[in-house]
Protein backbone atom coordinates (compact mmCIF):
# COMPACT_ATOMS: atom_id res chain seq x y z
CA UNK A 1 0.00 0.00 0.00
CA UNK A 2 2.70 2.51 0.68
CA UNK A 3 4.10 2.12 -3.12
CA UNK A 4 0.82 3.02 -4.42
CA UNK A 5 0.74 6.15 -2.01
CA UNK A 6 3.94 7.18 -2.48
CA UNK A 7 3.13 6.49 -6.72
CA UNK A 8 -0.28 9.17 -6.26
CA UNK A 9 1.55 11.08 -4.11
CA UNK A 10 3.90 11.80 -6.80
CA UNK A 11 1.76 12.12 -10.04
CA UNK A 12 -0.37 14.80 -7.64
CA UNK A 13 3.06 16.40 -7.52
CA UNK A 14 3.54 16.42 -11.30
CA UNK A 15 0.21 17.44 -11.68
CA UNK A 16 0.21 20.12 -9.40
CA UNK A 17 -2.72 19.08 -7.49
CA UNK A 18 -3.16 20.76 -4.13
CA UNK A 19 -1.91 19.12 -1.07
CA UNK A 20 -5.62 19.18 0.70
CA UNK A 21 -6.89 17.58 -2.55
CA UNK A 22 -3.56 14.80 -2.45
CA UNK A 23 -4.01 13.80 1.19
CA UNK A 24 -8.14 13.12 0.76
CA UNK A 25 -6.86 11.48 -2.35
CA UNK A 26 -4.39 9.03 -0.48
CA UNK A 27 -7.14 8.59 2.14
CA UNK A 28 -9.27 7.62 -0.62
CA UNK A 29 -6.72 5.13 -2.15
CA UNK A 30 -5.66 3.46 1.27
CA UNK A 31 -9.28 2.39 1.62
CA UNK A 32 -9.84 1.10 -1.81
CA UNK A 33 -6.70 -0.78 -1.30
CA UNK A 34 -7.56 -2.01 2.14
CA UNK A 35 -10.97 -3.41 1.13
CA UNK A 36 -9.51 -5.25 -2.32
CA UNK A 37 -6.65 -6.88 -0.50
CA UNK A 38 -9.55 -7.77 2.41
CA UNK A 39 -12.02 -9.04 -0.01
CA UNK A 40 -9.83 -10.29 -2.71
CA UNK A 41 -8.25 -12.74 0.58
CA UNK A 42 -11.85 -14.56 0.91
CA UNK A 43 -13.44 -17.28 -1.51
CA UNK A 44 -15.87 -16.11 -3.55
CA UNK A 45 -19.84 -16.65 -2.15
CA UNK A 46 -20.97 -19.97 -4.13
CA UNK A 47 -24.71 -19.90 -5.56
CA UNK A 48 -26.93 -22.69 -5.26
CA UNK A 49 -30.40 -23.59 -5.56
CA UNK A 50 -33.06 -20.96 -4.16
CA UNK A 51 -30.35 -18.25 -3.47
CA UNK A 52 -30.32 -15.32 -5.25
CA UNK A 53 -27.05 -14.37 -7.61
CA UNK A 54 -27.27 -10.98 -7.56
CA UNK A 55 -28.58 -10.50 -11.19
CA UNK A 56 -31.11 -8.06 -11.56
CA UNK A 57 -33.78 -7.72 -13.99
CA UNK A 58 -35.90 -4.67 -15.08
CA UNK A 59 -39.65 -5.69 -14.60
CA UNK A 60 -42.08 -2.90 -13.95
CA UNK A 61 -39.76 -0.01 -14.38
CA UNK A 62 -37.93 -0.82 -11.15
CA UNK A 63 -34.75 -3.34 -10.65
CA UNK A 64 -35.70 -6.37 -9.11
CA UNK A 65 -33.68 -9.08 -7.70
CA UNK A 66 -34.25 -12.46 -9.01
CA UNK A 67 -34.34 -15.94 -7.09
CA UNK A 68 -32.55 -17.64 -10.29
CA UNK A 69 -29.18 -19.40 -9.53
CA UNK A 70 -26.19 -19.73 -12.03
Do not use: F, Y
Request: hydrophobic share 35%; glycine share 10%.
Amino acid sequence: MGRSRDVLRAQSAAWNIDEDVCDAAVLLLSELVTNAVRHAARPPRRSGPGLPTGRREREGGSHQMTGKSK
